[in-house]
């Protein structure tokens, strides 16, 4: 009987260690070359009936601080800071915007897998299930932040643009290539938010939200 996903996908520059690299739940990853350059990655599926809290909730580190915003730094398999969902299948409450500096990304979710280079990068709707594994080369940042900083205030009027992405069950993952204008504006936007410093930002905190809302602004006017 055949699964009822199966997704076949080429990489480039990934080298592994062993045949399977995971088996998660109703997910597993195969690679058909214990070690290639070019290994086939297999994604079987069993759709998307699962509830996301059949999968680890990777609560944001900083949720409970007066700024929850956690940006992580992602390079060569290592995290700082690291969540509780890294490297496994999670869901989260919190957007998260990821931009590739090198190597390259791979992006599964429970019905799609994205393959993402350097100079590209993606968004993520809250609560959708998902895996992030990356080449053995890949540094990329990652960047979870709760919809209330996109908002601005209780009650406010441009709510309603966080809320049209947020219930669109179209909208789980999003790719952005450098082709498209409007994505190319937003890797500009996701590159400056991966320099900021937040040791050295004279006005760290409203860099931050100034980014986020541009970046939210090109999502509400172009999706």
């Known amino acids: 009987m055949s699964p009822p996903l199966f997704q076949n996908h080429s990489t480039s520059e990934c080298t592994i260690d062993c045949n399977v690299f995971l088996v998660y739940n109703n997910i597993t990853i195969y690679f058909r070359d214990s070690i290639s350059l070019s290994p086939e990655i297999i994604i079987i599926s069993q759709g998307r009936d699962e509830m996301p809290n059949d999968y680890l909730n990777s609560v944001n580190l900083n949720s409970e601080s007066n700024f929850p915003y956690l940006c992580m730094d992602i390079e060569k398999g290592k995290s700082i800071p690291e969540p509780p969902g890294f490297n496994v299948m999670h869901w989260h409450e919190d957007f998260q915007f990821i931009y590739v ?34 080449s053995s080369d890949c540094h ?13 205030y209780p009650g406010s009027p441009a709510a309603k643009y966080v809320k049209q992405i947020v219930d669109c069950k179209q ?10 204008p409007w994505q190319d504006r937003v890797l500009e936007r996701l590159k400056e938010l991966s ?24 999502l509400a006017k172009n999706i």
Do not use: R
């Not at 909208?171 to 498209?180: A, G, R, S, Y």
């Open 101 to 134: 500096m090198d190597g390259e990304l791979y992006l599964h979710t429970l019905d799609q897998t994205k393959i993402v280079p350097a100079g590209q990068g993606v968004f993520l709707n809250k609560n959708v299930v998902h895996l992030v594994l990356a």
């Open 140 to 152: 990329y940042k990652s960047f979870l932040f709760p919809e209330q900083l996109v908002s601005f």
């Open 195 to 218: 320099n900021i410093d937040a040791d050295s930002a004279v006005c760290y905190e409203y860099e931050i939200l100034s980014l986020l809302v541009a970046l939210w602004l090109e």
């Open 171 to 180: 909208i789980t993952c999003l790719q952005f290539d450098p082709v498209n």
